[in-house]
């Protein structure tokens, strides 16, 4: 079998909220349909388009978007450029005028409230999150287009394998498990960042990777600043406030600051005592989190679920361990996505799958080892950070209230954020070579608790939290 390959830019996507795997991933889905129509020349004999939501996606579907997505998707928006403050007014005029312009071009009937169907109790073997676009074209004849959302925005055909979402190419440095990770390391001496980024020349120029990632910092730092700043209800019905702008206006004694620069300076100046660190982490993670919730725009870190956690830490990084450095954002960034591939490759990082601890674990073994190679620790700690980080969130499990990325997702990606601070503290201070359990050994014990887990666990919101708490949601 072919090697899976993982570029930095497959970890790390731009998007939009709230959920990677049943937002991002079903337009993606829908997208990559509209390009298999498009290569067959059919584009322009399709009538009509209904779309068959499976599991997961059809459980929690509504909450986390899914039906939004799909129609985004089916309309040829990019979830990279599309502007955000124009979702619900145009899937306002896709339900009035029950009329859709596919792929932006070819107009159809469409009513989402009879062309997408939620298959509660039907689910597909491949996995949990299945979607098909059933497809007329003009003189009766229909096909079938079946894809997978198998985690953190990646999207699957039915027949392929899993992989990136670039070329698949010969890499310089073959990486499957960390063990195979830590072996290069040694034979070159490289760092992990290093040797990742000898892997990116693989598909494009070093400058090129350098300003992509640059760039995914900017987005998640724009997103932080943006959700330290709104303030209201997320959207959904639970009626959950927003806390990080509160928090943010606490933590300045009510100042405001007007631009990223001059708000970090002045979160510096506060000092760096243990409290107030603790509370801007948090803070960091909320926020990222609570836009997420509101349909905004993040980066998948590896999950969107999970979004909150590697940039509340980088940011961590950057405002009190003096990271503000593009050359030390690069260092974190390249080595939290070599932490997710080998996840992804040996276990899960879909929710659907393994419950939380494949999305709030994940992201926190990718920040901790991140902030550990930053802070000048060897690749052994590094790795040894990863797994404390995993290790300390194995089982848990993933049962959103009212199917909606809000409760208790938010709040566990500040844990998430404070376990990887944590573990790299503790890393730092340990010789790894009296470290009783491995990486690769936590990988494996996270596939095998995932199978293990009741589905009831499994973004299903059918057990946990989201049966034990009395809600009232309105009628979709």
Excluded at 214 to 240: D, F, S
């Amino acid at each position: 079998m072919a090697q899976e390959c993982i570029s930095v830019f497959d970890i790390f996507k731009i998007g939009i909220g709230p959920s990677s795997s049943h937002t991002l991933g079903p337009w993606r889905a829908a997208l990559r349909f509209l390009e298999v129509l498009e290569t067959t020349g059919r584009l322009q004999d399709v009538s009509r388009v209904s779309v068959l939501l499976y599991g997961s996606l059809a459980k929690t579907g509504h909450g986390h978007g899914t039906d939004i997505a799909v129609q985004l998707g089916l309309s040829g928006d990019d979830p990279v450029t599309f502007d955000v403050n124009r979702i619900h007014s145009k899937i306002d005029g896709i339900r009035r005028s029950k009329k859709l312009l596919l792929a932006g071009r070819f107009e159809i009937d469409f009513d989402p409230l009879e062309d997408i169907d939620f298959l509660y109790e039907e689910t597909l073997p491949y996995h949990p999150n299945a979607l098909t676009f059933l497809v007329s074209f003009m003189g009766d004849e229909q096909q079938a287009f079946t894809f997978y959302s198998i985690g953190g925005g990646f999207v699957v055909r039915e027949g392929e394998q899993s992989g990136g979402s670039g070329p698949q190419v010969e890499l310089p440095f073959p990486i499957d498990t960390a063990r195979q990770l830590l072996q290069w390391c040694i034979k070159t001496g490289y760092s992990i960042s290093e040797v990742v980024m000898e892997n990116e020349l693989a598909w494009r120029t070093e400058a090129a990777t350098r300003d992509g990632v640059l760039n995914i910092w900017k987005v998640m730092q724009e997103c932080i600043y943006r959700g330290c700043h709104a303030t209201g209800e997320l959207p959904g019905g639970l009626r959950v406030a927003r806390r990080a702008a509160a928090l943010n206006k606490k933590l300045l004694k009510g100042r405001s600051y007007h631009d990223y620069d001059s708000w970090i300076e002045a979160i510096r100046a506060g000092g760096s005592h243990f409290a107030y660190t603790l509370d801007w982490v948090s803070c960091f993670a909320l926020a990222v989190n609570e836009e997420n919730a509101s349909f905004g725009r993040v980066v998948t870190a590896p999950t969107n679920g999970a979004a909150g956690v590697i940039p509340a830490v980088l940011q961590y990084f950057i405002t009190f361990c003096d990271g503000y450095q593009p050359a030390r954002i690069l260092q974190f960034l390249l080595t939290a996505s070599e932490i997710g591939s080998i996840f992804k490759k040996r276990s899960t990082i879909s929710a659907a799958m393994g419950g939380c601890q494949a999305e709030i674990g994940v992201s926190s073994a990718m920040a901790a080892a991140a902030l550990t190679e930053c802070m000048g620790a060897s690749q052994r700690q590094v790795l040894m950070a990863a797994e404390i980080a995993m290790e300390h969130h194995l089982g848990l499990t993933c049962d959103p209230i009212g199917g909606l990325v809000q409760v208790p997702c938010i709040e566990r990606n500040t844990m998430g954020a404070i376990k990887a601070i944590t573990a790299s503290q503790l890393a730092m201070q340990s010789n790894p070579e009296l470290a009783k359990v491995s990486l690769d050994a936590v990988v494996k014990t996270m596939w095998d608790t995932a199978l293990d887990m009741n589905s009831k666990y499994k973004e299903t919101s059918d057990g946990g939290l989201a049966v034990n708490i009395p809600i009232s949601l309105p009628e979709c």
